[in-house]
């Protein structure tokens, strides 16, 4: 069955600090994989992987997909309290299920000024 | 504002009684994806259309459960006899094809079930 696992559930930081989230999946025939921010309302969108496009960044923040070890990271630099939500991760696969996300968790940031 | 819109926001019911909610996605979308999220858990997938069809339902998806999408645009969301485990956060999603496939969907605020 695919399934998406994250690490840790939560961590508490200090502005300033850098994180790292962890996400593994198992999935039949990977597509992409998926991050999403979510505050206190729908998830937002970060960044999207795939095996052409495994690294991606956006100002502080940035994430690699290692298709070997079935696995990504977001990190987030110099952070913010603004930074503070749960961070999805949520992968796609070519096989029965086309299209729709398989989500993990979450990691619940929360950065402490 | 062009994202997802979701209707009505809150929602609380008795149990046994029925709801419908509405997503209106991205203009341009063509597939529309409804989630449903607990406390503490991702989003769980429920059921997807594109266009007018639907083309998957998840197991989750009990018989009193069904969506419409009649003109591929706008889809509504119905639980008939509600129950007290149906109390979620339903989420709407959308997305585009970019060179024939399907990528990253945009989600909605979200309606907010509570069965009392």
């Known amino acids: 069955e695919d399934k998406v696992v994250q690490s840790p559930l939560s961590l508490v930081v200090h502005e300033g600090d850098t994180v790292t989230l962890n996400c593994s999946y198992e999935?039949?025939?990977?597509?992409?994989l998926l991050w999403y921010k979510q505050e206190k309302k729908a998830p937002t969108f970060l960044f999207m992987l795939?095996?052409?496009?495994i690294e991606k960044k956006s100002g502080r923040l940035s994430s690699i997909l290692d298709k070997k070890e079935l696995s990504s990271i977001l990190n987030i630099t110099a952070t913010q309290t603004g930074d503070s939500a749960i961070y999805l991760c949520?992968?796609?696969?070519?096989?029965?299920?086309?299209?729709?996300?398989?989500f993990g968790k979450g990691t619940k940031l929360s950065v402490k000024p | 504002d062009t994202g997802v819109s979701q209707n009505p926001r809150h929602k609380i019911t008795k149990r046994g009684q029925n709801v419908t909610f509405r997503c209106d996605p991205i203009?341009?979308?063509?597939?529309l994806y409804w989630y449903r999220q607990t406390l503490g858990q991702g989003p769980e997938f429920l059921t997807y259309?594109?266009?007018?069809?639907?083309?998957?339902k998840s197991r989750l998806l009990s018989d009193r459960f069904s969506a419409e999408r009649p003109k591929g645009s706008f889809s509504t969301l119905e639980i008939q006899r509600t129950e007290q485990g149906d109390s979620a956060m339903y989420l709407c999603?959308?997305?585009?094809?970019?060179?024939?496939?399907?990528?990253?969907?945009?989600f909605g605020p979200g309606t907010r079930l509570t069965v009392t």
């Open positions: 999603a959308s997305s585009h094809p970019r060179d024939g496939l399907f990528y990253e969907q945009y």
């Open positions: 999935v039949t025939n990977f597509r992409s």
């Open positions: 795939t095996s052409s496009g």
């Open positions: 949520a992968v796609t696969g070519y096989g029965g299920s086309q299209g729709n996300l398989i």
């Open positions: 203009s341009e979308h063509n597939r």
């Open positions: 259309f594109q266009n007018e069809a639907q083309l998957e």
